[in-house]
């Protein structure tokens, strides 16, 4: 059974466009975050949700929305697309803040 | 702003051998963590070292904590071809989020 899971796993679209992409936790951790990894391997944090509400919010343009319906589940909306969002997401889950983190294979978006 | 920096960012070694990796960081942390990520895999937590502790060892891992240097090395013993993949690490600070280092990228040839 895969502890964090996102789909879709490859996402190709236009510019402009607007997409979403879903994570869900089976692990029963409290703590949730999407991460960006850059064509250089960069991990960096986006936004991290504890219990359904947002604690970490770094700065990401407010085109990015995440939506956490409840603690197993963050979503990561984006609105008008751009060049630059091409990268890799990636769902993590932790138990709390402070805690070894769960990944999932990532989603891998490319903006044409 | 980025807390840990591996060094060195790629090492290629044959299998049976030794991996040594290294990880700077620049303020005091509450643990340190390290993750492993194979190609177009996510990552995988390997150990976490609190800021108290000194070394650590799972299976044939060990990673050593310095505080005073703000440095921390995780050894590979061993190292098989299975080994080859990203390595990470990652510094928690109270109240932060976990912020990652650029990686360590290890290959193993058989």
């Known amino acids: 059974d895969t502890a964090v899971s996102q789909t879709p796993k490859y996402l190709v679209t236009q510019m402009g466009n607007d997409k979403s992409i879903k994570c869900e936790q089976n692990?029963?951790?409290?703590?949730m975050y999407w991460y960006k990894q850059d064509s250089k391997k960069f991990l960096k944090i986006m936004f991290s949700y504890n219990n359904k509400e947002l604690i970490i919010n770094e700065t990401v343009p407010n085109r990015f929305s995440p939506k956490s319906p409840d603690k197993a589940h963050l979503n990561l909306h984006i609105n008008s697309l751009e060049l630059g969002d091409s990268a890799v997401y990636f769902c993590?889950?932790?138990?709390?803040?402070?805690?070894?983190?769960?990944f999932g294979d990532g989603t891998r978006l490319s903006i044409l | 702003s980025q807390q840990g920096e591996e060094d060195p960012q790629a090492l290629s070694i044959q299998e049976g051998e030794n991996a040594t990796m290294n990880c700077s960081y620049k303020?005091?942390?509450?643990?340190l963590q390290w993750y492993r990520q194979n190609s177009g895999r996510g990552l995988v937590h390997l150990i976490l070292?609190?800021?108290?502790?000194r070394e650590k060892h799972s299976g044939r891992l060990r990673v050593t904590l310095d505080t005073s240097k703000k440095s921390s090395s995780l050894l590979i013993t061993a190292s098989r071809a299975a080994d080859t993949a990203s390595y990470f690490c990652?510094?928690?600070?109270?109240?932060?989020?976990?912020?990652f280092g650029k990686g360590t990228t290890l290959s193993v040839s058989s």
């Open positions: 303020t005091s942390i509450n643990n």
């Open positions: 070292i609190r800021s108290n502790e």
């Open positions: 993590a889950s932790s138990q709390e803040g402070d805690q070894p983190q769960h």
């Open positions: 692990l029963g951790h409290d703590t």
């Open positions: 990652a510094c928690n600070q109270a109240g932060t989020a976990l912020i």
